[in-house]
Structure formats: C-alpha cells, structure tokens
C-alpha cells in the first residue's frame, strides 16, 4: 500500500543529504515556488521505461482487438434502445 505523503518544501536551507536519505526509503514529493518534484532512489537493476507514449497505445490497441468478438451487437443496440424508452428517471408526484 503506497503512503501519501505531503511535500516537502525546500528552501535554500534545505539539506540536501537529509532528503537523499528519505528518498532511499519511499519516494519523495518536492516543492519549492509552488511547483513539486518526485524525488526517488534509481534501481539500477530496473531499466527505465523506454516504451514511448505511442508505442504503449499501440501495445494496448493491440492487447485489446477482439475483445468484444463474442458480443452480440444487435442484442446490445436493443438493449440500448429499450433503456431508453423506459428511461432512468424517478417519477415525480404532482
């Protein structure tokens, strides 16, 4: 379960090394002039995500084709339509 932590705000007295320490525990939210920075420790065993934004929606479009093969798209516009007509309002008393 992820903490939430509040930022940290950082003036020119801050202590760098302090935060460093922190940040080698849970990453660490930074603010400074009303704009944060996450601070956290780099895994080098971990590579870094490289897959760029275009690459992983192409990933996902790819991971998600078909899924819907086995739906029944006339039962599925009926049913759209029936909802409709019968509405989804509470009836109101005069």
């Known amino acids: 379960m992820a903490i939430d932590r509040s ?4 003036t020119p ?5 302090s935060l460093l320490d ?8 930074l603010e400074r002039n009303g704009v944060t920075y996450r601070l956290s420790l ?3 065993q971990t590579p870094p995500d490289r897959e760029s934004a275009r690459e992983r ?3 996902i479009l790819d ?3 078909g899924s819907w093969a086995d739906l029944d798209t006339d039962k599925m516009i009926r049913e ?3 909802a409709r007509r019968a509405g989804s309002r509470t009836p109101v008393d005069p």
């Open 57 to 59: 929606e192409l990933r």
């Open 13 to 17: 007295e801050s202590d760098l090394e």
């Open 42 to 44: 780099e895994n080098e």
């Open 7 to 10: 930022p940290v705000k950082v």
């Open 63 to 65: 991971e998600t084709i």
């Open 80 to 82: 759209i339509y029936e």
């Open 22 to 29: 922190e940040a080698t525990k849970a990453p660490l939210v």
